[in-house]
């Protein structure tokens, strides 16, 4: 069984900086492509920000320059440095990863975490 639990969203103002971490545990094999996720009121998930096994990524164009993500393999851990943000970023950001387990490989989602962009 493998569980993913974000943490770090809280109420932020505009021009402010937060960092989401994401942790997954379990009978975790091999932990492949690991990414960030948003839904905003009434809006799609959209992806966000994505990083391979091998460290590549790839970001969406309306955050490219002020969120960078990392991941650290040693921890399974993947990182959502989020600076300069906006009110249009208040949404849940959730992680998702690509992990092969002792049962085989899979999808899997964490609960979120709620970011609110605000004054």
């Known amino acids: 069984q493998v569980q993913l639990v974000e943490s770090g969203g809280e109420l932020v103002q505009p021009g402010g900086s937060l960092r989401l971490s994401c942790a997954a545990s379990?009978?975790?094999?091999?932990?492949?492509?690991m990414t960030w996720y948003r839904q905003a009121p009434e809006k799609q998930r959209e992806l966000v920000a994505r990083?391979?096994?091998?460290?590549?990524?790839d970001y969406v164009d309306s955050v490219k320059g002020r969120f960078t993500i990392s991941r650290d393999n040693a921890k399974n851990t993947v990182y959502l440095q989020m600076n300069a943000l906006k009110p249009e970023g208040t949404a849940v950001y959730y992680c998702?990863?690509?992990?092969?387990?002792?049962?085989?490989?899979?999808?899997?989602w964490g609960q979120g975490t709620q970011v609110t962009v605000s004054s």
């Open positions: 998702n990863a690509d992990i092969s387990t002792l049962s085989g490989a899979g999808t899997y």
């Open positions: 379990g009978s975790i094999v091999i932990l492949y492509t």
């Open positions: 990083i391979t096994q091998n460290g590549n990524t």
